[in-house]
């Protein structure tokens, strides 16, 4: 994602909602938003752990655990 010129390099993270919202976008085939990073952070850093983790890692929001877990991409 991102396009020549654009003023922040593309960090290579997606980031999604909830399962609920997930289906609901791709229902309503809303596209992906291109933000800075530093932006998400912002908001809402309690992922800053996992920044430095390797390429093609994904993670889920665990509710009873409170926190994310690894998870397959399949």
Do not use: H
């Amino acid at each position: 994602m991102g396009s020549d010129g654009d003023k922040y390099p593309d960090s290579g993270w997606r980031i999604r909602g909830t399962e609920g919202a997930i289906a609901e976008d791709e229902r309503l085939e809303k596209t992906a938003e291109y933000i800075a990073l530093g932006a998400v952070l912002n908001r809402n850093d309690s992922w800053l752990s996992l920044i430095d983790e390797a390429t093609g890692t994904a993670f889920q929001w665990n509710d009873d655990l409170q926190s994310f877990v690894k998870t397959s991409r399949d």
